[in-house]
């Protein structure tokens, strides 16, 4: 997720999913691709909305990565009250800080509002998100007459994607055109 609206400086890391404790710990829902990058966080933003424009800056205390939970404490904020208060922020960090992906692998928000097109050429619709799937994720695609569709983002369907041009080529499946 990138803060796109606001010239793409940040981009969010995780959500703040609930106060833990009485210390000003919180428990937080990652929406990146590496746990292991909470382990190395010195300083992260928070904000209400992805469109805010002037997030809160934090620092990181320390952090407790588990296999089934991440917590945070940040400095300053050391009382269960102060932490519930942070619940439901987005926590951002620069986009220049952004951890490099191997091939084939694309930011959801770096997807969100490309063109997608056949192997023909033809205009199939627009990526509206990327939905989390247990064998793969879902490109959800919006197609002009309002429906829309999900297509799996495998090799098999996703041919190209050329985030300079704005556009992703996919081998159409069959029955999609008639959707």
């Known amino acids: 997720?990138?803060?796109s609206q606001q010239g793409g400086q940040y981009v969010a890391i995780a959500r703040i999913f609930s106060a833990v404790g009485t210390e000003g710990w919180v428990r937080i829902e990652s929406l990146s691709?590496?746990?292991?990058?909470?382990?190395?966080?010195?300083?992260?933003?928070?904000?209400?909305?992805?469109?805010?424009?002037y997030p809160i800056p934090l620092?990181?205390?320390?952090?407790?990565?588990?296999?089934d939970r991440i917590d945070l404490a940040f400095l300053g904020i050391t009382d269960a009250t102060k932490a519930q208060e942070l619940t439901g922020y987005y926590l951002l960090i620069p986009e220049t800080d952004r951890a490099e992906l191997d091939e084939d692998q694309y930011y959801v928000d770096d997807l969100q509002g490309l063109q997608v097109f056949d192997s023909t050429g033809a205009e199939i619709g627009v990526v509206l998100g990327?939905?989390?799937?247990?064998?793969n994720d879902?490109?959800?695609?919006?197609?002009?007459?309002?429906?829309?569709?999900?297509?799996?983002?495998?090799?098999?369907?996703i041919q190209q994607v050329?985030?300079?041009?704005?556009?992703?080529?996919?081998?159409?499946?069959s029955g999609l055109e008639e959707i």
């Open 138 to 157: 879902l490109l959800k695609i919006g197609r002009r007459n309002g429906k829309q569709v999900l297509l799996p983002m495998v090799k098999a369907f």
């Open 33 to 53: 691709h590496s746990i292991s990058r909470f382990q190395q966080l010195e300083r992260v933003y928070a904000a209400r909305t992805l469109d805010e424009e």
């Open 162 to 173: 050329d985030l300079e041009e704005g556009r992703i080529t996919v081998n159409v499946p």
């Open 1 to 3: 997720m990138s803060k």
């Open 59 to 67: 620092v990181v205390e320390e952090v407790q990565v588990e296999p």
């Open 130 to 135: 990327v939905l989390p799937n247990p064998a």
